[in-house]
Nanobody, 123 residues
Framework: QVQLVESGGGLVQAGASLRLSCEAS????????VGWFRQAPGKEHEFVGA????????AYADSVKGRFTISRDNAANAVYLQMNSLKSADTAIYFC????????????????WGQGTQVTVSS
């Protein structure tokens, strides 16, 4: 069992940066790949990026590639999403999720989800 809690969201201006954290509890967290998704109002969940169990591999959606970076610290049971050069189109609720598979860009393969954290980017 893995429990996930996101934090770090907020209201920022376009061009600013934010760092989201996904803290996990559960002793098997290191065995899971972690993905970040976002959901804007009226839209479905959108894949943002993911990181493998071993930290050696990452994958990103084209819309965030070059601006967002995912990292993880298994010793701290945490995964981070560094978001730079934010745009108004990045406004959404951001979720982290854990999956035994990598790379999975669809929500159905993720077993555990956090409650989400709101990111709002004003233009």
């Amino acid at each position: 069992q893995v429990q996930l809690v996101e934090s770090g969201g907020g209201l920022v201006q376009a061009g600013a940066s934010l760092r989201l954290s996904c803290e996990a509890s559960g002793r098997t967290f290191k065995d899971y790949a972690v993905g970040w998704f976002r959901q804007a109002p009226g839209k479905e969940h959108e894949f943002v990026g993911a990181i493998s169990w071993s930290v050696s591999e990452t994958a990103y959606a084209d819309s965030v590639k070059g601006r967002f970076t995912i990292s993880r610290d298994n010793a701290a049971n945490a995964v981070y999403l560094q978001m730079n050069s934010l745009k108004s189109a990045d406004t959404a609720i951001y979720f982290c999720a854990a999956s035994p598979m990598f790379v999975v860009r669809t929500t159905d393969k993720y077993q555990y989800w956090g409650q989400g954290t709101q990111v709002t980017v004003s233009s």
